[in-house]
Structure formats: C-alpha cells, structure tokens
C-alpha cells in the first residue's frame, strides 16, 4: 500500500469509527507537541472533514518543541476549516500539584514527569467532555505494541489510535507525503516530561531504526536489549488484572 493510500484509509476509518458510534462523536480532540506523531495524527484526523482541536498543552517546555507545536497549529487551521487550534499552558497547574506531593517520602521524579502526561491526558478528556468528542492518539506501532513507551493513563489513554498499526519509519514517510514542516520532521523524538528534554533514543538506549529491526528480526544483535525494555513495560501493552472468582462455592 502506497502512502498516499494509507493516509485515505487511516483518515476514513477515523472517520468509519466516528459513524458507527451510537451516539456519533462532533469533534477529534488531538494533543500536539511539536513531535512527528502527534503532528501526522493531527493531520489525518484533520483529514476527515470531523471538527477537529488541535491542543498545545506545555509545562516548562522547551522553545523549540513549543514554537514547533504553534507552528504545526497554524499549519493546520490554514490548511483545514475544520481544525481549531488552541494553546492551554499547563505550567502553573503541575506547579501546584509538584508542590504538594514533593515533601512525600521517596517522591518519585520519574512519577512527576508521568503525572505531566496525566496532567495532559485530562485536559484532553476535559476539552473531549465539553465538544462532545473522543480522544486521538497519537502513538506508533513502536511504542505502542514494541516497547510500551507511553505513559500509562497519560499519553496511552485515549479513545481511537489511529497510527499505531504504523513503524516511526512510515510515521516519517506519511508526514513527508503530508508536506508537514520538515523541521518538525527532523526534530529528535522526544516526550517533553523531563526539565533536561531528553530524547526518546536516550531512553530507549537504541533508536528507532534499530528499535524497529529488533521487532521484525528476532536474529537481529539488539534483539536482546528489545526484549529488556519491552518486558520492562508490557504490563502497559496486557489487559488490566481482574480477579475472577470461582463459579463454584467459595464456602
């Protein structure tokens, strides 16, 4: 399937989802960050012709990711009637909440920059709440399914994710079919939930070229750092533990 076909058919099955619903959603809400994925999830939900809310949403994020974020916006209301941008700065609010939770004993830095994806997560759902729509997301096929690079009920939780069947390398390809902003295109991948914004790949300890290699080839020399990072977070990638009692007497 070529790219231009992909991108008609994640944009008409958003918009398949939406009409089969049995009270049909009137917006797609988005968060955009700046980075790649959010700016081709945008864009394709955008693509529907559905009322579209593309949202900024910084906390003390860097200049770049924040001028990458208005510019995509802008790019998006100018190319699309339907789309509306809108920049909600989330700084004061996760202050506030860091603030009372940082004098607890053995206050995890790793928990507050999942709580800014939380954070994020509900201002989405609240914005959702009031527009009568459903939540894009906005991950891939890597983090998603791969490696579990997500936020668990912050970024992960949304209500359609329409690229994530897509590897980062076909993200890059449909963005580029899209004439989305190279420069955003090019911008390292990174989540924005850490004061020294780092990438992605620093994290991960591989990139995702090699992260993708190490999912199709099971041979490959990084299968073995693959599978320390994804068994680290499957429990974000399996169902919720629910306790099942038995069928018969408990007595």
């Known amino acids: 399937m070529n790219n231009l076909k992909k991108i008609d058919y994640i944009s008409k099955w958003i918009k398949s989802y939406v009409n089969a619903m049995e009270n049909p959603a009137q917006s797609l809400v988005v968060g955009i960050s700046g980075g790649i994925d959010s700016a081709l999830s945008s864009t394709l939900s955008s693509l529907t012709g559905i009322k579209t809310i593309a949202i900024s949403m910084p906390i003390s994020t860097s200049q770049n990711h924040s001028d990458l974020g208005r510019i995509h916006g802008k790019w998006l209301t100018d190319k699309f ?145 693959y599978e320390i990072i994804r068994n680290n977070n499957v429990h974000k990638m399996n169902p919720i533990p629910v306790c099942k009692l038995p069928k018969d007497n408990l007595e």
């Not at 980062?168 to 190279?182: M, N, Y």
């Open 81 to 225: 009637i339907n789309t509306t941008y809108i920049n909600i700065d989330l700084t004061d609010s996760y202050k506030v909440f860091h603030s009372r939770l940082s004098d607890m004993e053995q206050s995890s830095e790793l928990g507050f920059a999942n709580s800014k994806a939380r954070l994020r997560m509900m201002t989405l759902y609240q914005v959702a709440s009031s527009q009568n729509g459903i939540v894009v997301g906005t991950g891939n096929k890597v983090e998603d399914f791969g490696v579990g690079f997500y936020t668990k009920y912050g970024d992960g939780g949304v209500d359609i994710s329409p690229i994530a069947d897509l590897m980062k390398s076909e993200v890059k390809e449909l963005s580029k079919t899209l004439e989305i902003d190279q420069r955003i295109i090019d911008a390292e991948p990174t989540d924005g939930l850490w004061d020294d914004d780092r990438t992605d790949e620093k994290q991960l300890g591989l990139s995702y070229d090699e992260l993708e290699e190490a999912m199709i080839n099971s041979n490959s020399m990084n299968r073995e750092k």
